[in-house]
């Protein structure tokens, strides 16, 4: 139902006290958002345009330039003066690591930073008030506006495609602009800013641009933006901001509060710890519960924080007060109801993050299953740190004390363990031991969970290694020349080690065929959470270069169509491996998780140069190729005989830009984890050129032969029935 004008109004009042606008010499060119009274956020290529640089310039603004900024909702004609902070400038970069500021080829979407934090020189006008935020949910319409912030320019949107380090939105109202970068994202459902718009896809001729007003044009079809969760990670310093305020169970907090801080003195102790936490300023001798429990409600992660502080103090001055239980466990159980959805401090939250970052060893999607077996629509996690995240959301289950989130730490630290990587799995169990007993789950408790799931893991490892990981639908594909019919068997590969054939197609059909019999086998015959198995085509290393992986089941009025290689991890594997090529591939497999990367492009044009760079120490198990077309066939064969694993290559282009994005792609990245990036990139292109003519992301193929590598019975050599 639409919302009448007055009501939208109402509705808007958050994002209208926090909208700025980002002036240029003589025009507006983008907006930003009032994240504290002094700091605002915006897109880094706004500040560029608004100081006539560069769109993707790195060099940092000197702190005696200054932006000329307005708040048009709350006074038009009070102009601001905004800097750069330092330590929160993050220019357009090409790669994902901060400390790599190369900037991004033109029109290359999506790169990574894009971001600016200015200081006001004076705190904002009255009557203006930080935005909230919370993390984007996919499917939501939310809306944006022009830099002048006028209702006449707002548009909505939905969201398509998230995936970092952008979501992108189909636009379903209003016209996409030059002048919309840096404005906030707009849920009004949720309350709150859900991310930053950044650039826009340029339907004409394929171009890709960002949304300053340097660049004139028509309007776009789709809009792209940087979410929330990307924002924090991209911005470490930024200090905590507002979240919507639910209202429900304040006053109980503050009762419990009372009980536990008792005395005056207290109070102002812990207020004035966990005012110097959020960057707020204290209260100091007038500071009562009311007070305490207001600055951390509404704050993200401020709840956390609050409790944190108040366990510190107990810890020091009434340390039988944790263990009575009564109002310590009260304040631990309203929590949740005041902070829904936050556990961690924002220290124990980037700790855990920088931990997980050296894990290797544990599927992100698998590992949320695992906890939350019945657990309906939950989202698909890209990392570790993204699958915890949506575990801190959930309560334990009746009946447990133990926290999701708590549970998906230790099953890490277990798996960790089991791969051999000690010193990780040491430092996972110490930061679960010291953040469980702040949730109020006894060390015993962790201890013994932790021991559970190690002996589970002990038994089920036959069953695991059998199985190969998520459940798999095996395509055994015969093309019959030039390749437009196949004939074809699918197997599924189980987590319980079942093995077996369960669909046969011996007269020729054409490729939609293929896709509709995938489906149907994802949706009878892969009984555990179908959404978690990973399609796998076998095919003769002659048809390795068919774009299976772009294959798809038209949409149409009855059916929502389906399209394997961006629903679904999607891989090519070689039915022509023999007993010699696998000695090769096992001999690989032992040094896999530390073997190097190796780029075969334009230089390595004889085959006998390309036998030699893949058999020089340390053995590459992972190669990509960016070579010439015609190359590409006998590339592909020689890396198969000798045993390499994971082979990444485009199908229609190569060149120098491209080997690196390529590279970049499969860099400090786990092996395991190389076939959800392919996904993603082939959803960004989707998301990014429908038509995917000009994506890198498009036509991307992967032979990917990991460990768990089981060929159907069909696959010639007498090992082909067993498990390497």
């Given at each position: ?178 002048g919309f970068s840096g404005s906030p994202l707009w849920d009004r459902g949720r309350q709150a800013v859900v991310g930053l718009v950044v650039a826009a896809h340029e339907a004409a001729d ?519």
């Amino acid at each position: 139902m639409p919302v009448e004008p007055s009501s939208a109004a109402q509705a808007d009042g958050p994002l209208h006290r926090s909208f700025v606008s980002v002036r240029g010499a003589d025009e507006l060119v983008g907006a930003g958002v009032l994240i504290a009274p002094q700091l605002v956020l915006t897109c880094a290529h706004v500040v560029n345009s608004a100081l006539r640089r560069a769109r993707f310039d790195t060099d940092l603004p000197s702190r005696k330039q200054a932006l000329t900024l307005v708040l048009p909702h709350i006074d038009r004609e009070h102009r601001l003066a905004g800097r750069v902070v330092p330590q929160m400038w993050r220019p357009p970069r090409s790669r994902r690591e901060p400390g790599q500021p190369t900037p991004p080829p033109a029109g290359r979407l999506p790169y990574y930073g894009d971001l600016a934090v200015l200081e006001l020189d004076t705190d904002a006008p009255a009557g203006a008030e930080p935005a909230p935020f919370l993390p984007p949910r996919e499917g939501r319409e939310v809306m944006a506006q022009w830099a002048s912030g006028h209702v006449l320019t707002t548009l909505r949107a939905v969201t398509r495609v998230s995936a970092h380090p952008w979501i992108a939105l189909d636009v379903v109202g209003g016209a996409v602009t030059p002048g919309f970068s840096g404005s906030p994202l707009w849920d009004r459902g949720r309350q709150a800013v859900v991310g930053l718009v950044v650039a826009a896809h340029e339907a004409a001729d394929g171009a890709q641009l960002p949304m300053s007003v340097d660049q004139r044009g028509g309007p776009h079809p789709a809009m792209y933006a940087i979410g929330w969760s990307s924002i924090e990670t991209e911005l470490a310093d930024l200090p905590p901001v507002s979240v919507p305020v639910v209202g429900l169970g304040r006053q109980q907090l503050l009762a419990a509060l009372e009980e536990l801080l008792p005395s005056r003195q207290a109070v102002q102790d812990c207020e004035r710890t966990l005012a110097a936490r959020l960057g707020r300023k204290s209260a100091g001798l007038a500071a009562d519960v009311e007070e305490f429990a207001g600055l951390a409600i509404g704050v993200r992660r401020g709840v956390p924080e609050l409790l944190d502080v108040v366990h510190a103090y107990l810890a020091d001055r009434r340390p039988q007060a944790l263990t009575d239980g009564g109002a310590w466990q009260q304040a631990l159980r309203i929590a949740r109801v005041v902070g829904p959805r936050e556990r961690l401090t924002l220290k124990q939250r980037r700790a855990l993050n920088a931990q997980l970052a050296w894990c290797r060893a544990t599927d992100p999607v698998s590992l949320v299953r695992s906890v939350l077996p019945h657990a309906d629509r939950l989202p698909t996690p890209g990392d570790l740190a993204e699958a915890t995240d949506i575990l801190e959301g959930y309560d334990p289950q009746p009946g447990q004390i133990m926290p999701p989130l708590i549970q998906g730490v230790v099953r890490i630290g277990v798996q960790e363990r089991a791969a051999g990587r000690e010193m990780e799995a040491d430092d996972l169990d110490s930061w679960t031991l010291r953040a469980a007993l702040r949730l109020g789950v006894a060390s015993e408790a962790v201890i013994q969970h932790r021991a559970d799931i190690s002996t589970a893991c002990t038994t089920t490892a036959p069953v695991a290694e059998q199985g190969g990981g998520p459940p798999k639908v095996q395509v055994e594909l015969l093309p019959v020349a030039p390749g437009h019919l196949f004939t074809y068997q699918i197997w599924v590969c189980g987590r319980d080690g079942r093995h077996e054939v369960v669909l046969t197609q011996d007269t020729d059909v054409p490729s939609e065929q293929v896709v509709r019999d995938i489906r149907h086998v994802l949706r009878t015959a892969v009984q555990e959470h179908p959404e978690t198995a990973v399609v796998e085509f076998f095919l003769a290393p002659a048809w390795l270069r068919l774009d299976v992986d772009a294959w798809e089941l038209p949409a149409s009025v009855d059916d929502s169509g389906f399209h394997p290689g961006i629903e679904r991890r999607l891989v090519l594997r070689s039915s022509e491996r023999t007993p010699e090529t696998h000695a090769g591939w096992r001999r690989r497999a032992l040094g896999l998780s530390n073997s190097p990367r190796v780029l075969l492009d334009e230089s390595y044009v004889q085959p006998k140069v390309v036998r030699a760079r893949l058999e020089l120490p340390p053995e590459p198990g992972i190669v990509v190729l960016c070579c010439d077309l015609e190359q590409q066939g006998q590339m592909l064969r020689q890396c198969i005989q000798a045993g390499v694993h994971t082979v990444l290559w485009h199908r229609e282009r190569h060149g120098r830009e491209l080997a690196e994005y390529l590279m970049a792609l499969v860099d400090a990245i786990d092996h395991n984890q190389i076939p959800e990036a392919v996904r993603l990139e082939r959803i960004k292109a989707m998301a990014a050129d429908p038509d995917r003519l000009t994506h890198d992301g498009s036509q991307l193929s992967l032979l990917h032969d990991g460990p768990d590598h089981r060929p159907p019975p069909l696959a010639p050599g007498p090992w082909a029935l067993s498990t390497p």
